[in-house]
DNA sequence: CCGGTCTACTAAACCGGTCTAGTTCGGCTA
DNA sequence: TAGCCGAACTAGACCGGTTTAGTAGACCGG
């Protein structure tokens, strides 16, 4: 940096701000400087400038990589992070790396902001990192605290699912559900209540498949085929419905001829040619955008008020789903 | 720092050799000064630590996460790197945000060693990046320079799948081709190879998708049916594998019964429970091992040659291939 | 022509560590 | 007992930026 300075015959100070893109720099100056750093190649050293700087531009993001929804999301993280001017540093939770070391690290890195997708830290850790700095919890609810959230509202999505089905004229739909965790309590619910508000009775309507697998989605379509089957069949997310598809298909029942299936999340997996599942989007793009934004403008425009930004997901519709057939009551005497 | 050193009466030289776990220091000495830093809540600034230290034992990771295979090669390498005592800084490749970028900044970070996990990058800037510092790239030939590779041997794993076959006794195997890229090149010959090694022919035996795609795999699986069908259908990746299933599926074919498929990758579609493919794993985590090894080499033992690691992939059997049924000569009189 | 204000620029302190070149001191050898 | 050595520890320079407090000069109204 002395270099470039003497080069240009100024001083550290006036190089530092040129290469801040900082005022109080005259036009010509700036253009020698910048000539003048090319000419000798000279890069500002990052970890020099982190080290006084009041702001460091950095947003730490903390995921689990390996899951191609959060994958999704960190990818419009960075796209969104790029446009507002910050640098992302992305921490890669797995099962030997746990979230609190990440934090930690991200925390050493000097960021400035803290972006945890689905973090599956207790409340209260959450809470305190949120006092620390500015962080946004991504797709999932946190009840103690003032950090802020983004997330999707799994209860709309599901009842949209349902309007949609009941739209085809489905009045015999059964909702196939993950258990007993935050995420498929809120999907059976919205379940549950859209079928009330169209009239129709839960009673019998759902069937705890208990895990977000294909194995549990399998098992599940075995147990439905035991007796007469619903016109339209709503699972908690998309890996349920691959199970459910793969059992009814084998069994020959035409989808969505005689049934309707559909998934949630929108992950590859439904948007397979093979698969083309009628399911629902959480919008990865625009929760993204929802945090980038939420946290920048803690940093840049000093909010303090708490922001909890739920977005309504929106159904996708392929090819699962279709109007009932007329007067057929399915289930009965199909080939094994 | 000083406030520690005050603490406990010694100077802050002291204290940084403590946290450094550097030797020469005493033992009483080096408990004190921990419990001073505990009660005073003091935590070392790296980015300070970064601005003098020789070392800052950092790898950076380039990775398009939003590949699964990718993502799985990195959980294995933040394993790996926490083992050897490395910390990773993960930069996320995608379409906003290209290599070079990415690799600029992990530069920025004053990475110590780089890890490219399947780069585009032309083969002379991965030679330029691995002057500057030591470079490994996974999963991809390079062919100038002397930058370290770890990869798996395609052609071989292709091989493997080919044994595999014949020694259920298939002798009419069609390989179902990606196009003109390195990979699909590998392993069309990979195929080709192996047929005349076990004496069949290979003319009219590739049939070329021309691309990486289930789309690709269909239309693959629609133009077998036109003809008698093949025993076996070796397809380059798991992709193609699960739309050539699809088709044949849906046509009635009995799947491993009439026809074996096999896939590559051994991705999370292979492993689903109604897919379950016989397919090549291309060893993520023995990959992510080898790549570590290779850049610790560099970095802690002053390593100079170049490094090409090419590991046989391992052959992964489930239920999509089996004997050929005997006598029958199928792909005739099927329903459609 | 004077004080006041702005803009462009600078010298030097400073950030929080690490590194170099010592100093001290107990123990061992000759 | 002198001489030497290694281990434990330290003062202070140093890393490469940023920031503060301030200077020089242009412009401006009165």
Redesign the interface.
């Known amino acids: 940096m002395q270099d470039v300075a003497d080069r240009v015959g100024v001083s550290k100070a006036t190089v530092s701000l040129v290469f801040r893109k900082a005022p109080g720099v005259g036009d010509k100056t700036r253009e020698d400087v910048l000539r003048a750093a090319d000419d000798l190649g000279y ?6 400038a ?2 006084t700087a009041r702001r460091s531009h950095l947003l730490g993001v903390s995921a689990q ?2 899951n ?1 929804f959060h ?2 999301i ?2 419009n993280i ?2 969104e992070a ?1 446009l507002v001017g910050y ?6 939770v ?4 746990g979230e609190e070391r990440v934090i930690e ?1 991200l925390i ?3 960021c400035e902001g803290m972006l945890l997708i689905g973090p599956e830290l207790p409340g209260t850790s959450i809470s305190n990192l949120g006092n620390r700095l500015p962080t946004v919890v991504i797709g999932r609810r946190v009840g103690v605290g003032s950090t802020d959230v983004v997330r999707s509202n799994d209860g709309r999505g599901i009842a949209g699912v349902v309007d949609h089905l009941v739209e085809l004229g489905h009045e015999n739909v059964v909702h196939v559900a993950a258990g007993r965790g935050v995420i498929a309590g809120d999907r059976r619910r919205g379940f549950e209540q859209a079928m009330r508000r169209h009239g129709f009775g839960t009673e019998g309507a759902v069937l705890d498949a208990g895990d977000f697998t ?2 549990a989605g ?1 098992e599940a379509a075995r147990s439905l085929l035991e007796s007469e089957l619903p016109t339209a069949v709503v699972c908690a997310n998309d890996r349920l419905a ?2 459910v ?2 059992v009814l298909r084998r069994k020959g029942v035409d989808i969505p001829g005689e049934v309707s299936v559909t998934g949630y999340d929108d992950s590859i997996l439904a948007r ?3 698969v083309d599942l009628t399911t629902v989007s959480q919008q990865p793009a625009e929760q993204a955008r929802q945090a980038i934004q939420a946290v920048v403008s803690r940093l840049d425009r000093g909010r303090t008020d708490r922001v909890s930004k739920t977005l309504t997901p929106e159904i996708v519709v392929r090819k699962t789903t279709a109007a009932p057939r007329a007067g057929r009551h399915s289930g009965q005497a199909r080939g094994g």
């Not at 640098?87 to 890669?92: R, S, T």
């Not at 797995?94 to 790396?97: A, E, F, G, K, L």
């Open positions: 890069r500002m050293n990052r970890a020099a982190l080290m990589i390996s191609s994958a999704e960190v990818e960075v796209t790029d640098e992302v540093v992305l921490g890669a797995t099962p030997t790396h690290t050493d890195f000097r294909e194995e399998m691959v199970g598809l793969e397979m040619g093979n």
